[in-house]
């Protein structure tokens, strides 16, 4: 059974995609027990078989992005009709959480997330928190950096004041 599912465009010249996605974060953290891999995996095929196209993970999402990555391995014609969305910036640890958005991160985490995922791109790479320490010029620098591996355009920072949003603008 698969749903008729609206799409919307992202952004004002982005592509057509489902209104409804998947945030996938709670299959692997923040939300109490989450089942075996077997279950999760489940949950995935369910979502595909109805129709949701939109998978949005992140780097910080414990093994989110391993998990999606062993469907993928499992489904592999099915990838090129999934929209990927990932986010980097935050790190978790037992102290709690740190945040990245320096270009070396920047570039480390989106390697790390192309292996993890086993895809060789990403159709949606954004930052999730910016550190408040690493100049916003020099994040977006090392996206626009990472074309070969995000669809272009497509590369985007979550999190940002104006102020930033304007810095973030001169960059590119």
């Not at 004002?12 to 089942?35: D, E, H, K, Q, T």
């Not at 780097?59 to 990555?69: F, K, Q, S, V």
């Not at 090129?80 to 709690?96: E, M, N, R, V, Y």
Request: proline share 5%.
């Amino acid at each position: 059974m698969s749903l008729s599912i609206p799409t919307r465009p992202l952004g004002r010249n982005g592509p057509l995609l489902p209104a409804i996605g998947l945030g996938a974060m709670g299959l692997s953290v923040f939300y109490g027990s989450f089942g075996t891999t077997a279950e999760r995996l489940a949950v995935l095929d369910h979502a595909y078989n109805l129709g949701v196209r939109h998978w949005d993970t992140a780097d910080m999402y414990l093994d989110n992005e391993d998990l999606i990555g062993q469907w993928f391995r499992a489904n592999p014609s099915k990838r090129a009709s999934i929209f990927l969305a990932t986010k980097f910036g935050g790190i978790l640890q037992p102290d709690g959480l740190k945040l990245r958005s320096d270009p070396e991160y920047v570039r480390q985490a989106c390697e790390k997330s192309l292996e993890r995922l086993g895809v060789e791109y990403i159709d949606l790479y954004y930052c999730h928190r910016v550190d408040g320490i690493t100049p916003i010029e020099k994040t977006v620098e090392a996206m626009a950096g990472l074309q070969k591996h995000v669809l272009p355009l497509l590369s985007r920072i979550f999190d940002l004041t104006a102020y930033n949003l304007g810095k973030a603008r001169s960059a590119i």
